[in-house]
């Protein structure tokens, strides 16, 4: 049974940073693609990052460029996302989810998680 556990989210402020994980069982996470997903209220849920399954491709939102870092453990089969310089907009809810595909046309493969939550105060 896939399951993926996110944690790392809380409040901040603006221009502060969190780092999220979200360790995997119930699949060889080597060799998936991982990626990170958000949803604020309201919204749909869109692509933040995503890696490839080696850590040789990755691929971020326009949003995030330069401020957002993903990266991952396959021994640990887990998959992290470094934020800084966070922004009011980038409160959301927060998920992680193997993908098929190139990271650049990531589709998600199977159910999400519960998710963690991301808030920055202005």
């Known amino acids: 049974q896939v399951q993926l556990v996110e944690s790392g989210g809380g409040l901040v402020q603006f221009g502060g940073s969190l780092r999220l994980s979200c360790a995997a069982s119930?699949?060889?996470?080597?060799?998936?693609?991982m990626s990170w997903y958000r949803q604020a209220p309201g919204k749909e849920r869109e692509l933040v990052a995503a890696?490839?399954?080696?850590?040789?491709?990755?691929n971020y939102a326009d949003s995030v460029k330069g401020r957002f870092t993903i990266s991952r453990d396959n021994a640990k089969s887990t998959v992290y996302l470094q934020m800084n310089s966070l922004k009011p907009e980038d409160t959301a809810m927060y998920y992680c989810?193997?993908?098929?595909?190139?990271?650049?046309?990531?589709?998600?493969?199977?159910?999400w998680g519960q998710g963690t939550q991301v808030t920055v105060s202005s």
């Open positions: 989810i193997r993908i098929s595909g190139p990271v650049t046309h990531a589709v998600p493969l199977g159910s």
């Open positions: 119930g699949f060889t996470f080597s060799l998936y693609s």
């Open positions: 890696i490839s399954s080696r850590s040789v491709m990755t």
